[in-house]
T-cell receptor, first 114, second 118 residues
Framework: GDSVTQMEGPVTLSEEAFLTINCTYT??????LFWYVQYPGEGLQLLLK?????DKGSNKGFEATYRKETTSFHLEKGSVQVSDSAVYFC?????????????FGAGTRLAVHP | GAVVSQHPSRVICKSGTSVKIECRSL??????MFWYRQFPKQSLMLMAT?????????EQGVEKDKFLINHASLTLSTLTVTSAHPEDSSFYIC??????????????FGPGTRLTVL
C-alpha cells in the first residue's frame, strides 16, 4: 500500500542555518503531497502542498518540490528561526480513492537554537 | 482558515469507563471527518472515517465496538472509547475536509484530545 518515509529526527540547528528534511513516498496512483507542522501543544497545520509532478509548494519561507522521478518531496528552508521549532510531517493523499485519506510519515522533530 | 475544535482537550478516566470526544467544524460543513491516534513521538495513525448519515469506515485492526463513532450532523462527529484501558491512553486527533473541497485534498485538524486511562 501507499506509504511515506521521513528522515528520523531530532534535527537540531542553529538559527539562520539551512534546513532539509527528506521525504520519500510510495503510491500506486498520482497522490497529492503535503507538509504539516505541529507546534508544541497545538494541532497539525498545513504548511504547504503540491498536487502534481514538478509543482513547488511554498509558505513561510519553506519550500518543497514534487519529484515524481525520485518519488520525493523534501522540505527546505534557507534560514530557520527559533520559532520554526516543531514537528514536521510529510503526508500523501491518493486522489484515486474519491475521498482524501491522508497517510503520514513518522514526523521529524526540529529544534532551532539561538 | 477553517477551524476544527475538539472537546475535551484533556481527559483522565478510570479503567473500565467510557469517554466521549467531540469534534466540531466551526465555520464549515463536513460530510466526512477523520479520526487519528498519535502515540508519543510517533506519527498519526488513521483509525476511522466518519460519514455523516451513515456508518463509519474503520481501518484494519481498529475495533469497531471499542471505538464508537457517530457523525450526528454536518458539523459534529463523536468518538467514544468504550471500557477504556490504560493501553487506550493516547492523543486522539480529528480532521475534516470542507465539503466539496476535494480538488486539493486539504484537511483541517483539531487540536487533539489527550486521553489518560488510569
Amino acid at each position: 500500500g501507499d506509504s511515506v518515509t521521513q528522515m528520523e529526527g531530532p534535527v537540531t540547528l542553529s538559527e539562520e542555518a539551512f534546513l532539509t528534511i527528506n521525504c520519500t513516498y510510495t503510491a500506486t496512483g498520482y497522490p497529492s503531497l503535503f507538509w504539516y507542522v505541529q507546534y508544541p501543544g497545538e494541532g497539525l497545520q498545513l504548511l504547504l502542498k503540491a498536487t502534481k509532478a514538478d509543482d513547488k509548494g511554498s509558505n513561510k519561507g519553506f519550500e518543497a518540490t514534487y519529484r515524481k522521478e525520485t518519488t520525493s518531496f523534501h522540505l527546505e528552508k534557507g534560514s530557520v528561526q527559533v520559532s520554526d521549532s516543531a514537528v514536521y510531517f510529510c503526508a500523501l493523499s491518493d486522489q484515486g480513492g474519491g475521498y482524501n485519506k491522508l497517510i503520514f510519515g513518522a514526523g521529524t522533530r526540529l529544534a532551532v537554537h539561538p | 482558515g477553517a477551524v476544527v475544535s475538539q472537546h475535551p482537550s484533556r481527559v483522565i478516566c478510570k479503567s473500565g469507563t467510557s469517554v466521549k470526544i467531540e469534534c466540531r467544524s466551526l465555520d464549515f460543513q463536513a460530510t466526512t471527518m477523520f479520526w487519528y491516534r498519535q502515540f508519543p513521538k510517533q506519527s498519526l495513525m488513521l483509525m476511522a472515517t466518519s460519514n455523516e448519515g451513515s456508518k463509519a469506515t474503520y481501518e484494519q485492526g481498529v475495533e469497531k465496538d471499542k471505538f464508537l463513532i457517530n457523525h450526528a450532523s454536518l458539523t459534529l462527529s463523536t468518538l467514544t472509547v468504550t471500557s477504556a484501558h490504560p493501553e487506550d491512553s493516547s492523543f486522539y486527533i480529528c480532521s475534516a475536509p470542507p465539503s466539496g473541497h476535494f480538488s486539493y485534498n486539504e484537511q483541517f485538524f483539531g487540536p487533539g484530545t489527550r486521553l489518560t486511562v488510569l
